[in-house]
């Protein structure tokens, strides 16, 4: 019989969620195995001298189409693995080298009082901006950008909306609704965004009404392209406090099959990644990525490509710090 004995060393490269020693850089570990945090973060509640804090909000009850939303941090956070052992390639630096970044893990709520949800969520990120500390969020449908942007506005007063999406989200409702499809016209409306300098790109369902909101259409980024877009994006929000939402029906359903409310006529992966990395510099006190619904999802697509797109967050997150 062996009389060999683990490596203490060899036990520093699992399940790294919990072992690992220092919050910087990537780091190798089994795809396959192990604690799946996001990126393979170490999972704390400790936000001390944190930058960012990657939280899950398993919240699908404002759908107006089909449910599994609920669902979506947990793959998020699953198919990130796959990205947790190299920087993010198209960054010069790794963004993880610069940020601490943890997985706090996801906000409580009891689904038996589901109309407590938006107070519960709001709630966690005034703890989380109150700490200084910037939230990237795992949707969830896109009701949760509402409560959040609650909190967020506290903080940093009226905030510019960078909004990735098939569906405006600005119909009218009677101010109490919990729906994903009326949260930023109630947020125009309430002021805890400045529509003014606020942006929505990739609509192609119908809205007569813009809420002050600038729109470009599918049709327009198709026909423009990249840089027009980030041209438009950054003269319309300057360096005002901005939160960046990315819807993932954005992207076409076939790149994106997992989600509630598909609509075709959309992007490729690559346009969305490419989106992403031009926006450098910007004033970023927030970012989501919802409505990923594992159900409905093939070969884990879907939640990469959420997962993906959070990765590339965290490099504008750091290239503000730099």
């Given at each position: ?11 520093t490269f699992s399940d790294l969620a919990f072992t690992r020693t ?14 799946t945090s996001f990126l393979r973060r170490k999972y704390s509640k ?130 109490v609704r919990i729906d994903h499809g009326t949260m930023f016209y ?137």
């Amino acid at each position: 019989m062996s009389n060999d004995k683990p490596s203490p060393a060899t036990a520093t490269f699992s399940d790294l969620a919990f072992t690992r020693t220092s919050p910087y850089g990537s780091q190798a570990e089994p795809t396959y195995a192990g604690a799946t945090s996001f990126l393979r973060r170490k999972y704390s509640k400790d936000l001390e001298s944190v930058d960012v804090a990657v939280i899950g909000v398993p919240f699908d009850v404002a759908t107006t189409g089909r449910p599994g939303t609920r669902f979506g941090p947990r793959a998020i956070r699953a198919a990130s693995t796959m990205l947790a052992w190299c920087p993010p390639y198209a960054w010069e630096s790794d963004p993880l080298d610069t940020l601490h970044v943890i997985d706090w893990g996801d906000v409580f709520f009891d689904s038996g009082h589901i109309a407590e949800a938006p107070v519960a969520i709001r709630n966690t990120y005034l703890q989380i901006a109150a700490a200084g500390v910037k939230p990237l969020t795992l949707g969830g449908d896109h009701f949760i950008s509402y409560p959040i942007l609650q909190a967020l506005s506290r903080t940093h007063g009226p905030i510019s909306l960078i909004h990735f999406d098939a569906h405006s989200d600005t119909w009218a409702d009677d101010g109490v609704r919990i729906d994903h499809g009326t949260m930023f016209y109630q947020a125009a409306k309430t002021g805890i965004v400045d529509p003014s300098r606020s942006i929505q790109l990739g609509m192609r369902t119908f809205n007569e009404e813009k809420h002050g909101y600038e729109v470009l259409d599918a049709r327009w980024l198709h026909r423009n392209g990249i840089d027009a877009a980030l041209a438009a994006i950054k003269a319309r929000v300057g360096d005002n406090p901005c939160y960046l939402s990315f819807d993932i029906d954005f992207l076409d359903p076939s790149y994106a099959p997992g989600t509630g409310t598909p609509v075709v006529g959309g992007f490729d992966t690559h346009t969305a990644l490419e989106f992403i990395r031009g926006l450098k510099g910007i004033h970023l006190v927030g970012a989501d990525v919802v409505e990923v619904s594992p159900p409905f999802d093939h070969a884990e697509i879907t939640a990469l490509a959420g997962a993906s797109i959070a990765q590339e967050m965290l490099g504008l997150f750091a290239s503000k710090c730099a």
